[in-house]
Structures are given as structure tokens and as C-alpha cells.
């Protein structure tokens, strides 16, 4: 069993359902099915439990989901980061979309090199 333990103190019992639901919110309109959200709660839940761990702090949840949810959508990654980290001021999001802008120049790249490794 995998247990998260909320701000508050609560534990309750790891639960991709709420992961998918909130998630969720943050793809409302976005062109992302069901399936997508159900492969990021589960890329989410294996990369907690590699942690070793039998409880783990719900803001490390939060964590686990950024990673995944920036390459799945990065319309929805902004809003799903925006209230997990608190954004306040504008300079957070342009920041925050500097930083998203960098990252997938850096895949954009990344994924030229190998396809031309791929064609040679």
C-alpha cells in the first residue's frame, strides 16, 4: 500500500482516480482523451513507488505529475502548475513559460539528433 500524507497530516491511500480528476481539470478543453490521462496516472504512481517509500508527501505528487503532464500538454501543464506552485503575478507565468519554451526546444532538438542517427 502507498500512502500520501496531505498538508493538513491526513493519510489516505494512493489513488490514480484523483490523480486522473485532477489532472483532468487542468486538460478541460485541451485535445487530451482519457487513455493519455490514465497513462500519466500510471507513469506517476511507478515513479512514487520507485521511491521505495510506504508514505509520501502529496506535494511530491504534485511533482511526479509536472514532469509527465509538460510533455503530454503544455496548455494544461501551465494551468496545473500555476495553482499547484502558487503562481501570483505574471512574471511566474512568463517565467514558467520561458522555462516550458526551453524544454521542448530541447526535446525538438533531441528528437532531430536521433532521427538523424536513426537515418544514417
Known amino acids: ?24 481539470r487542468a486538460c478541460q478543453g485541451r485535445p487530451v482523451d482519457d487513455d493519455a490521462l490514465q497513462q500519466l496516472a500510471q507513469r506517476v504512481e511507478e515513479s512514487i513507488r520507485s521511491a521505495g517509500l510506504a508514505e509520501i508527501p502529496s506535494h511530491e505528487v504534485g511533482l511526479a505529475i509536472l514532469g509527465p ?24 507565468f512568463e517565467k514558467e ?14 528528437k532531430d539528433s536521433d532521427q538523424r542517427e536513426d537515418g544514417d
Open 1 to 24: 500500500m502507498l500512502a500520501v500524507v496531505k498538508r493538513s497530516g491526513v493519510t489516505e491511500q494512493f489513488s490514480r482516480d484523483k490523480v486522473v480528476s485532477g489532472v483532468r
Open 69 to 92: 503532464l509538460r510533455e503530454l500538454d503544455g496548455v494544461a501543464y501551465l494551468r496545473f502548475a500555476s495553482v499547484y506552485r502558487s503562481f501570483s503575478s505574471v512574471e511566474d
Open 97 to 110: 513559460i520561458a522555462d516550458l519554451r526551453e524544454a521542448m526546444a530541447g526535446a525538438a532538438a533531441e
